[in-house]
């Protein structure tokens, strides 16, 4: 039983864009209740109950398997008579033949898994009053409080990164107070648990899967800090009484070392991190952690005036079951932050990259096995990434690119006998790259040529020549396996992918493949330029390049259908598809995230591209929602884009605790969701005949955002921009120049270009008119 009496602590009003709070804890479900915490490596699930507390554990490196290869040479054997059936139009005949002998082996990945649980238990404290729940964004610390018979408790929770460790600090406001007993649990089956002197500890092995056998060691230990009281040990259990606090200091690790080493110690890791964070008081730890946080953080502000504060100042459950009705806006700036938090928490140089959950997982085989599916979904969830100036959190996508670099090369030359490297619709810790899932999904050769366009991407917004250096090999090998494996099409004469996909969704009853769909020659025509380019400031050989140009003008252009729309592929079957309003639109990825396609430099394009959100409607999953935000803000449609921003933060899309339902959860569509957020206030991504890109204030500003302003946004081309508006219409822009040169800057149908040096900052007008600069 719980009594909660709301206010009786007196919190008051507070910030409204940075706080999740609740009256209530999470009663049964960790994945659509409890605050979320990481350190980039290891993450916590607070539920924030009172008498049974339970906090999940995970660790980035804890995936089911061992090291595989599932690609092998015998695929390339059946692969020129599944062209041949694909261009005589025997499409079912072709998929089949995929499915049979194309298929990785084994033919589905490794899934991420939870680790293990710490329980809290709490005699007597069912029935509390004052309850409180929080997590503040701005410091990354997530706070229970309640009070019971007079005294009011206190448990305060951080993932530090500095320290690698989760600490929880649990206190009352009179001495004596803690009565907690402590114990370890996990879903692993033969985990091993003991209690040392000073703490708890539990092991095991991760499981195998689908015929791949298990091969890490993992261990998560608790170092215990108590002032006052005393302790009662036992088997799996750590009893504290009578104690003024206690600090818990949480490590993990496992045997992994990389994707080909499974040798390190997890036992010998945990002690060393531990000791070091046990040397520390609990104020220097917190104060390291929210200096380190805050570093990230604080880089990037968004502030929507309310139009009506209480509504802003609700409980966050409250908020998010009206938000489609109220509009809050304060509520579509905090998603932008929860978003901006959930990165730095999850993605930090030196760990693993978000996957389909983030970091957050209380299952052994999670869903699609959280891994990292790279026909949209990966890629959305670095959208916000180099806009927010978290370019520190592109680095383990950036490492993980490097690695499939080295992988692909296996099935690359395996699969199709070609040179570079190749990846299909996901892999996963071991970075396996052969296609999986069966081929109606999985049979989509250009995953990786996607991914890689985020090295691209943060060349574009850096500048870094000497960056550029290091990861172009991964560009250029993703363009020498497409310099192979492109063939002609004998129906068209272009130059295209086969056998392919358009990711997921069938262009006839249960078939999937055929051959350069729209979305596969709209990446490889960004990847071939960005090499181009990326070749040209690196001095590459000249007479590749020039190969690379005319095979990119060989490939296939986009076609507007006999409805108007845009095709999904070469030929006009998306009338008679079978799903109208499937939820991938992946041809539309030449609207955004590409910039093939604008209303301000191919109209008629635009006007097709519109046409086939029309057909394909505004009902989709999560992270589907999340990408039509960005759609409508493309075409410059703000109050469309709004509209589905409106659906996308409210019940069956978005949790109590703000995670994205896809459902179940997906963080993408968080990210999807903040990156739509940026795109009606700022865009980057045109560029004119002299590569000088566009920078778009207020493309898409929806008329209930009133007035608002953003700071530290950052563009292509090396801009960052401050921005006020009130009246739904600019009042004033401010733009410094990180790396000197042109800009170009565009407001309503006005467009007005200037010259800056490294440094300079430009301050305008409501009609950008320069009124200063410095």
């Known amino acids: 039983m ?89 499409h079912e005949e072709a998929q089949s033949l995929v499915q049979s002998s194309f298929m990785g082996r084994p033919m589905y990945g490794m899934t991420y898994q939870c680790m293990a649980d710490l329980l809290l238990t709490f005699p007597g404290h069912e029935m509390v009053s004052g309850y409180q729940r929080r997590l503040n964004l701005e410091d990354a610390v997530a706070t229970v409080e309640y009070e019971l018979d007079g005294v009011r408790y206190t448990r305060e929770h951080f993932a530090s990164n500095p320290d690698g460790v989760v600490v929880i600090r649990l206190q009352a406001d009179k001495p004596g107070m803690i009565d907690v007993t402590l114990s370890l649990d996990s879903l692993h089956e033969n985990t091993r648990r003991s209690i040392w002197p000073d703490g708890l500890r539990i092991s095991g092995k991760n499981s195998e899967n689908v015929g791949i056998p298990s091969g890490l060691d993992w261990e998560m230990k608790v170092s215990v800090e108590q002032q006052g009281g005393w302790i009662l040990t036992g088997d799996n259990y750590y ?75 609700r409980n966050t459950d409250a908020r998010i079951a009206t938000f489609s009705d109220d509009q ?30 983030g970091l957050w997982n209380d299952k052994i085989y999670a869903p699609w096995g959280s891994k990292y599916t790279i026909n949209i979904n990966t890629e959305m969830n670095y959208w916000p990434a180099h806009v927010t100036q978290l370019d520190e959190c592109v680095e383990p996508l950036a490492s993980l690119l490097h690695d499939i670099s080295e992988s692909g090369r296996r099935t690359a030359q395996n699969m199709y006998g070609a040179d570079g490297w190749v990846t299909h619709h996901n892999t996963d810790l071991w970075r396996a790259t052969a296609p999986i899932d069966g081929a109606f999904w999985g049979m989509w050769p250009t995953g990786g040529a996607w991914l890689s366009m985020i090295l691209w991407e ?101 076609k507007i259908g006999e ?40 109209p008629e394009l635009a006007k097709a591209a519109r046409k086939t959100l029309e057909l394909r409607g505004d009902e989709g999953t999560g992270w589907s929602l999340a990408w039509k935000v960005n759609f409508w803000a493309r075409l410059l449609e703000g109050e469309r884009a709004h509209d589905l921003l409106r659906q996308l933060i409210s ?3 978005c949790y109590t605790n703000m995670f994205d339902a896809h459902p179940p959860f997906q963080i993408d569509g968080n990210f999807g969701g903040a990156s739509g957020v940026v795109e009606m206030l700022l865009q980057s991504h045109l560029e004119d005949e002299e590569g000088t890109f566009l920078v778009h204030l207020l493309p898409a500003l929806p008329t209930a955002w009133q007035k608002g302003a953003f ?32 800009l170009a800057l565009r407001h309503g149908d006005e467009t007005k270009s200037f010259d800056t040096e490294i440094g300079d900052i430009l301050e305008f007008d409501d009609s950008l008119e320069l009124v200063g600069t410095k």
């Open 239 to 313: 009893k504290i009484r009578a104690a003024d606090s206690v600090i818990l200091r949480v490590a993990a690790s496992t045997s992994y070392v990389d994707w080909k080493d499974v040798s390190a110690s997890p036992s010998e890791l945990n002690a060393e991190v531990l000791e070091r964070a046990e040397k520390k008081p609990f104020a220097e730890l917190k104060a390291r952690h929210v200096e380190d946080y805050k570093s990230l953080f604080d880089r990037v502000t968004l502030d929507i005036t309310a139009k009506d504060p209480r509504l802003s100042d």
């Open 328 to 357: 809050d806006p304060q509520m579509a700036a905090m998603y932008f932050n929860f978003a901006r938090y959930l990165l730095i928490s999850c993605s930090r140089p030196g760990t693993q990259p978000a996957n389909l959950q």
């Open 563 to 602: 409805a108007g729309h845009l095709q999904e592929w070469q030929f006009d079957w998306d009338l008679g598809a079978p799903e109208m309003g499937h939820r991938h639109i992946s041809h539309l990825y030449t609207l955004h995230p590409s910039n093939q396609i604008s209303p301000i430099s191919t």
């Open 2 to 90: 719980f009594l909660s009496v709301s206010g009786v602590l007196g919190c008051g009003l507070e910030a409204t864009t940075t706080v999740l709070k609740y009256d209530e804890p999470g009663y049964s479900e960790p994945l659509t209740e409890a605050l979320p915490l990481g350190n980039g490596s290891l993450g916590a699930l607070v539920m924030g109950r009172t008498a049974e507390e339970r906090i999940v554990f995970n660790h980035d490196t804890l995936w089911a398997g061992s090291p595989y290869d599932p690609s092998y040479p015998e695929a390339l054997e059946v692969l020129p008579e599944i062209r041949r059936l694909i261009f005589e139009n025997k």
């Open 458 to 558: 943060r060349f574009e917004f850096s500048g870094d020549v000497e960056q550029l250096r290091v990861d172009y090999p991964v560009l250029r090998g993703a363009v020498a396996f497409f310099m192979d494996a492109l063939v002609e099409d004998p129906r068209t004469g272009y130059l295209v992918t086969s056998p392919s996909i358009s990711p997921e969704n069938a262009h006839h009853e249960g078939v999937s493949i055929s051959a350069g769909p729209t979305m596969d020659n709209a990446i490889l025509r960004d990847l071939f330029s960005a090499v181009l380019s990326g070749g040209e400031i690196l001095d590459d050989d000249p007479a590749f390049l020039r190969a690379v140009e005319l095979a990119r003008d060989g490939l296939p252009p986009l």
């Open 651 to 653: 019940p069956g899309f």
């Open 711 to 742: 700071r530290g946004f950052r563009t292509k081309g090396g801009f960052e921009v401050d921005v006020e508006w009130t009246g739904a219409k600019l009042v004033s822009a401010r733009v410094k120049s990180l790396n000197g040169g042109s």
